[in-house]
């Protein structure tokens, strides 16, 4: 039996994946919405490929439940945010659901933490509540590596580093994630896995902080920054990425910062890209400044952000730049612009509307904080609108960062 603790949205389809590959699984949550609705047959969060991949989990009997189950393997797959003023990780829901598996597990059982940490955190955090519990168990690490809209095609596809303290338990779990997973499996130990995780984010990050920092250099001075980049990338040994509105999502905006509260003085660069990411929402209100200067815009009722996930084509909006943008707005006292996201059926801001064409009638300027397939498929209902293309993803005679 494998108990999966955390249904979010990296413990749901490591669950069903698991559970669809043959595993004895059981899911538990503490959140009861979620585990009514997954009783019921209802995702609750959507992603390509999950309404299958639930259906043959289903088939092999996956289990949802409130109780901690007895099992040979736990993953713990819960948040791991981090604190805004120290910048060190919050391990207290990693250590929470550390705690209530130690209550039920069987001796020799092994518990993995697929949670995003910082280097060190299972020494210090995680294993200590072993020692103090006196229960014999393994402890492993093995970091999810998957993002929304690919999760499923991520899972089987991704290699996986799995950090372990013995060799037999690294083959014991290698075994169980290969019932899955297609990519190599890298077995290493729990500091090195830790580390690695936190480095591929911090490197993702820092790469999108030079794209951005291009972008203002290039906007100071009347350049085209994507025209510099595209013929700069024309050299065998350069990649330069697009500059966008800001980073979210809850590794790539968030795991620089456990580097940089963990080694003060040290991680200087990363510090460095941390803030130039964060500052993209402010400069994107900048340049809405000047659009509607330059155009004799008075009204900022009739100006609308289109996109409030974090990324195109998903529901998620954890650490969205959107959501940065009117939080930046709000605290200059300054009133909400009017929203809108396909992907996003309830209410989560305050000035939020749910069509499309509504939303198109009720503003001269648009923003395009998500590249959503929406807008690049119907941009002509909107091509006599004055709009700001933050991810240029449109093709036609828009402003741009």
């Excluded at 991949?53 to 797959?77: C, K, Q, W």
């Excluded at 209550?103 to 020494?123: A, M, N, W």
């Excluded at 089987?156 to 690294?170: C, L, P, Q």
């Excluded at 499309?356 to 209902?381: C, N, P």
């Amino acid at each position: 039996m494998i108990g999966v603790v955390g249904l979010g949205y990296i413990g749901l389809p490591t669950a069903l994946m698991l559970a669809a590959s043959g595993n004895e699984v059981a899911g538990t949550d503490k959140n009861g919405e979620i585990l009514k609705s997954l009783n019921n047959r209802q995702l609750t969060f959507q992603e390509e490929g999950m309404t299958e991949l639930f259906g043959r989990a289903a088939d092999n009997g996956i289990l949802f439940t409130s109780e901690m189950p007895v099992a040979d393997v736990y993953i713990i797959s819960v948040p791991t945010p981090y604190d805004k003023g120290s910048k060190k990780v919050d391990m207290s829901y990693v250590s929470a659901a550390f705690e209530d598996v130690l209550e039920v597990c069987p001796k020799d059982s092994i518990i993995v933490i697929e949670s995003t940490v910082s280097p060190g955190s299972i020494d210090k955090v995680i294993r200590p509540l072993a020692d103090k519990s006196e229960k014999e168990v393994k402890i492993a690490h093995a970091p999810e590596r998957i993002i929304p809209g690919s999760m499923i095609c991520e899972l089987e596809h991704n290699s996986r580093t799995i950090g372990t303290d013995d060799a037999e338990t690294g083959h014991a779990l290698k075994e169980i994630y290969g019932s899955f997973c297609k990519g190599e499996i890298i077995l290493t130990d729990i500091r090195s896995a830790e580390m690695s995780k936190v480095v591929e984010n911090t490197f993702r990050d820092i790469n999108i902080a030079f794209a951005n920092e291009l972008a203002k250099i290039c906007r100071s001075d009347g350049m085209d920054v994507y025209e510099i980049i595209r013929i700069a990338n024309n050299h065998p040994r350069v990649n330069i990425l697009s500059p966008g509105p800001g980073v979210g999502g809850h590794c790539i905006s968030v795991d620089p910062w456990f580097l940089v509260g963990d080694y003060p003085g040290l991680a200087n660069i990363i510090l460095a890209a941390r803030k130039i990411n964060d500052s993209m929402p402010e400069f994107v209100l900048g340049r809405i400044y000047e659009i509607m200067q330059e155009n004799h815009m008075t009204d900022i009722s009739r100006v609308g952000l289109y996109g409030l996930t974090y990324k195109e084509d998903v529901d998620d909006v954890r650490e969205s730049p959107s959501l940065q943008l009117l939080e930046c707005m709000k605290r200059h006292l300054a009133p909400p612009l009017l929203c809108y996201d396909p992907y996003i059926k309830t209410q989560i801001v305050d000035k939020q509307v749910f069509e499309f064409e509504k939303f198109a009638e009720s503003v001269d300027l648009i923003v395009i904080m998500v590249g959503h397939k929406e807008i690049v498929d119907h941009f002509a209902y909107v091509r006599n609108k004055v709009v700001l293309d933050t991810r240029k993803c449109v093709d036609a005679k828009v402003y741009y960062l």
